[in-house]
Structures are given as structure tokens and as C-alpha cells.
């Protein structure tokens, strides 16, 4: 880490915490793609058997 006057700055490793993995694309991926299928079941459900009011 470099120290200055009026700021620091980083390295890419100090920066990142030393972790290049790409967990978060996988973990938005499956969650984009329950949440589709969960409104989707839904939006089927209610337009096979309607609402009862």
C-alpha cells in the first residue's frame, strides 16, 4: 500500500483480499433463474385456476 497526502491506494490483490473466484456470478445466475421459474409457476397457476373472490 502506498501511503500519499490525500489518499491510498491499493494493490489489486490488497484491494480484492487476495480472491479471484467468481462465486457471486454463479449465486446471481441461480437465483435470476429460481426467481423466473418461481413467478412464472405463478403467473401459470393463477391463469389455470384463477383467483376465488
Known sequence: ???FD???ELT???ASGGTKNHG???V???SLLLA???LSA???GFSL???SG
Open 1 to 3: 500500500m502506498q501511503h
Open 6 to 8: 490525500d489518499h491510498d
Open 12 to 14: 489489486e490483490d490488497e
Open 24 to 26: 457471486v456470478r454463479y
Open 28 to 30: 446471481l445466475a441461480v
Open 36 to 38: 423466473i421459474i418461481l
Open 42 to 44: 405463478s403467473w401459470m
Open 49 to 51: 385456476y384463477g383467483t
